[in-house]
T-cell receptor
Framework: DQQVKQNSPSLSVQEGRISILNCDYT??????FLWYKKYPAEGPTFLIS?????DKNEDGRFTVFLNKSAKHLSLHIVPSQPGDSAVYFC????????????FGTGTRLTIIP | GAVVSQHPSWVICKSGTSVKIECRSL??????MFWYRQFPKQSLMLMAT?????????EQGVEKDKFLINHASLTLSTLTVTSAHPEDSSFYIC???????????FGSGTRLTVV
């Protein structure tokens, strides 16, 4: 039972344009969401998070949007840079991040120079 | 920032042998450590949650006698893959909750290959 889904396994975006990565979840108990960037054979690197009391959080080039009614979140990266090429995972937790993480299936983002 | 050091980064072992993976929190105390496994091109799947000084909590379908977890101190958690088989070949990652809005910090992972 995949409670967190990323339906796009891959995405290619031109350098300088906006990258939009999507994530859907089914467990209404999730109240804390995170995005991670991962390179092969490395651990995930934290990018940005959002709690369910907010619908938007922004940090530099990264913005996360949360639509609780649709159980959907998205990560916007603008402008996209070649160094952004990696696999991106969304993750969800209950108890505002004090519990285990449930990861999505990942989206491979390729930024085209 | 909070750092989790994971060793070894890669290991090759023969079938039937045991392999120990260590995760150390370098500049903070990790009351709880999470162990994940990632198969190629798949998601990170939680295997177990280890709490310092108590028995680990395993996710459904994970054999606790095969994947031994020890969390004897606030800075060290270990995962031992016992009697390893080729199907145990995977990427293993530990994570600790760091108690702020960033939530979690991850080790660099261990690539296990069983031949």
């Amino acid at each position: 039972d995949q409670q967190v889904k990323q339906n796009s396994p891959s995405l290619s975006v031109q350098e300088g344009r906006i990258s939009i990565l999507n994530c859907d979840y089914t467990n209404s108990m999730f109240d804390y969401f995170l995005w991670y960037k991962k390179y092969p054979a490395e651990g995930p690197t934290f990018l940005i998070s959002i709690s369910s009391i907010k619908d938007k959080n922004e940090d530099g080039r990264f913005t996360v949007f949360l639509n609780k009614s649709a159980k959907h979140l998205s990560l916007h990266i603008v402008p996209s840079q070649p160094g952004d090429s990696a696999v991106y995972f969304c993750a969800a937790s209950v108890n505002f991040g004090n519990e285990k993480l449930t990861f999505g299936t990942g989206t491979r983002l390729t930024i085209i120079p | 920032g909070a750092v989790v050091s994971q060793h070894p980064s890669w290991v090759i072992c023969k079938s039937g042998t045991s392999v120990k993976i260590e995760c150390r929190s370098l500049d903070f105390q990790a009351t709880t450590m999470f162990w994940y496994r990632q198969f190629p091109k798949q998601s990170l799947m939680l295997m177990a949650t280890s709490n310092e000084g108590s028995k680990a909590t395993y996710e459904q379908g994970v054999e606790k006698d095969k994947f031994l977890i020890n969390h004897a101190s606030l800075t060290l958690s270990t995962l031992t893959v016992t009697s390893a088989h080729p199907e145990d070949s995977s990427f293993y990652i530990c994570s600790a909750h760091i108690g702020n809005l960033n939530g979690y910090t991850f080790g660099s992972g261990t690539r296990l290959t069983v031949v």
